[in-house]
Nanobody, 123 residues
């Protein structure tokens, strides 16, 4: 599965962006998917995850109430709506899929990764 993440850009603090993750060659509709980010000099961290049917989601504490992960059941695109952005949200954002239908907060269990999209939040 080849994933593509897009929608990043430069935004002022308090602004919003919507990231999209799409798969080429095959559907993502049966896979748990996660969004991850990596800031300069830091380890890659989980941001949000969603099960194959959108029925269960999870978020890292720092984005709860500001970010929303979503997908349409049976469709291949997964979204990350990011509101009230802060400078500390600046990072390269990646989407990734597991071979299983359920998502996980364990980054090591994700086997298919996109190329990343840069989000820069200015103060």
């Amino acid at each position: 599965v080849q994933l593509q993440a897009f929608g990043g850009g430069l935004v002022q603090a308090g602004g919003f962006l919507r990231l999209s993750c799409a798969a080429s060659r095959r559907t993502l509709s049966n896979n748990g998917v996660g969004w991850f980010r990596q800031a300069p000099g830091k380890e890659r961290e989980m941001v949000a995850t969603i099960n194959w049917d959108g029925g269960s989601t999870s978020y890292t504490d720092s984005v709860k109430g500001r970010f929303t992960i979503s997908r349409e059941k049976g469709k291949s695109t997964v979204y990350l709506q990011m509101d009230s952005l802060k400078p500390e949200d600046t990072a390269v954002y990646y989407c990734a899929a597991r071979r299983r239908a359920l998502a996980s907060t364990d980054i090591a269990t994700y086997t298919h990764w996109g190329q990343g999209t840069l989000v820069t939040v200015s103060s």
